[in-house]
């Protein structure tokens, strides 16, 4: 069964983070639309997600490799700033275990310190080079 959904698949342009998202996006709005079942929203609703459901599947299934791919960087392009807001958040989250992370007052910069012994730590900023006393 396997072999033959890849044999399928060969020459077509699969899922990436665009067909991802358009899925997670019309799942979400069937699930909304089927809270809404009383009122014409709730069949809007539903029929918007599934044009979407059916649009990431045509996409999915699409021979055209060169046009998705297009479609798909474009869609990186805009999101971009988004994506990498989000990626240093989860950084720095992971960051805070080992480190802990001040902001200089007079710059603004953020300065990463290893958590270790000690009450009251000098720190200079690297950037400003003003020197500030903070508490582990």
Do not use: W
């Not at 809404?36 to 021979?63: E, K």
């Not at 009450?119 to 903070?134: T, V």
């Amino acid at each position: 069964m396997r072999d033959k959904l890849n044999k399928f698949m060969q020459g077509r342009y699969g899922v990436d983070q665009l067909s991802r998202f358009t899925l997670g996006v019309a799942l979400f709005i069937v699930v909304i639309g089927s809270f809404c079942r009383r009122n014409m929203a709730g069949g809007v609703l539903d029929l918007l997600g599934f044009v979407l459901i059916i649009y990431t599947y045509v996409r999915i299934l699409s021979r055209n490799i060169q046009k998705r791919y297009a479609e798909n960087q474009k869609y990186l392009a805009m999101t971009q700033n988004i994506r990498g807001r989000f990626m240093k958040e989860k950084r720095m989250m992971e960051q805070r275990k080992t480190h802990h992370i001040y902001t200089c007052p007079g710059c603004g910069q953020k300065i990463r310190i290893p958590r270790g012994n000690g009450q009251k730590i000098e720190i200079e900023c690297p950037k400003c080079h003003s020197k500030f006393i903070k508490r582990k």
